[in-house]
C-alpha cells in the first residue's frame, strides 16, 4: 500500500457503541493528524502527533481519544458518540522539518454515522 | 491570527471557459499557503502550493495561483475548465508550530457545465 490509508472506510454506531478508526502512513512521515469534516464547515483539526508525542489537542471533547503507538500509525477511539459527530474523519501525515510549507498528505476518510 | 477567507462558496462554468476560484488570506508573518482539492467521497489531494519563492505557483492539472502580498490573495485559475474539475477546493495557509497546522477555508464547490 502506498500514500495513507484509513480504516474503515464506513462505520455506523449508536450512541452507546465503543469503537476505533485506524490510520497508517508508508511514507516515512514523522507528524500525523486528525481532523474533522462536516458538512457546511471548514474542516477542523482535532489533534496532532510529532515525533509520537501529541503537541495539538484543539478542544476535543474527551469522547474522542487519540492514540499514536508508532509513527506509522494513528487511532482515534470512539465512546459515547452523539449524532452531531457524524462527520467525515480524515487523517493526514507530514514530514515537519521545521522549515515551514511541508506537505500534507490525507487519507481517504472515515464517514461515521451515528445513530 | 492567520485566517483564509475563500469568496465563493460556488463556481459554475463552461467547459472550456477559465477557471477563478478566489482566496484571500490574513497572516501576521509571510505565510505557506496551499491549495487541496477534493472530489466526491475522496480525500484531499495538493494541487499546488507557494513557500516564499516565486509567487506564481504551478500545480497539477493545469492549475496555477499567484501570491500578491499587496492583496493578501492567492486565487486560483486554470486557462480551460474540464468536467473532470468538478470538485471541492479548499485555499490553506500554514502556521509553524511545533508541529504544521493547517487552517482551511470553507472551501469553493466548482460545478462544470458541459
Known amino acids: 500500500e502506498t500514500g495513507v490509508t484509513q480504516t474503515p472506510r464506513h462505520l455506523v454506531m449508536g450512541m452507546t457503541n465503543k469503537k476505533s478508526l485506524k490510520c497508517e502512513q508508508h511514507l516515512g512521515h514523522n507528524a500525523m493528524y486528525w481532523y474533522k469534516q462536516s458538512a457546511k464547515k471548514p474542516l477542523e483539526l482535532m489533534f496532532v502527533?510529532?515525533?509520537?508525542?501529541?503537541?495539538e489537542n484543539n478542544s476535543v471533547p474527551s469522547r474522542f481519544s487519540p492514540e499514536c503507538p508508532n509513527s506509522s500509525h494513528l487511532f482515534l477511539h470512539l465512546h459515547t458518540l452523539q449524532p452531531e459527530d457524524s462527520a467525515l474523519y480524515l487523517c493526514?501525515?507530514?514530514?515537519?522539518?521545521?522549515?515551514?510549507?511541508?506537505?500534507?498528505?490525507f487519507g481517504p476518510g472515515t464517514r461515521l454515522l451515528v445513530l | 491570527a492567520q485566517s483564509v477567507t475563500q469568496l465563493d462558496s460556488h463556481v459554475s462554468v463552461s467547459e472550456g471557459t477559465p477557471v477563478l476560484l478566489r482566496c484571500n488570506y490574513s497572516s501576521s508573518y509571510s505565510p505557506s499557503l496551499f491549495w487541496y482539492v477534493q472530489h466526491p467521497n475522496k480525500g484531499l489531494q495538493l494541487l499546488l502550493k507557494?513557500?516564499?519563492?516565486?509567487?506564481l505557483v504551478k500545480g497539477i492539472n493545469g492549475f496555477e495561483a499567484e501570491f500578491k502580498k499587496s492583496e493578501t490573495s492567492f486565487h486560483l485559475t486554470k486557462p480551460s475548465a474540464h468536467m473532470s474539475d468538478a470538485a471541492e477546493y479548499f485555499c490553506?495557509?500554514?502556521?509553524?508550530?511545533?508541529?504544521?497546522?493547517?487552517?482551511f477555508g470553507q472551501g469553493t464547490r466548482l460545478t462544470i457545465n458541459p
Open positions: 507557494y513557500t516564499s519563492a516565486a509567487t
Open positions: 493526514a501525515s507530514s514530514q515537519v522539518s521545521g522549515g515551514g510549507g511541508e506537505t500534507q498528505y
Open positions: 490553506v495557509v500554514s502556521l509553524i508550530q511545533r508541529a504544521q497546522k493547517l487552517v
Open positions: 502527533y510529532s515525533l509520537e508525542e501529541r503537541v
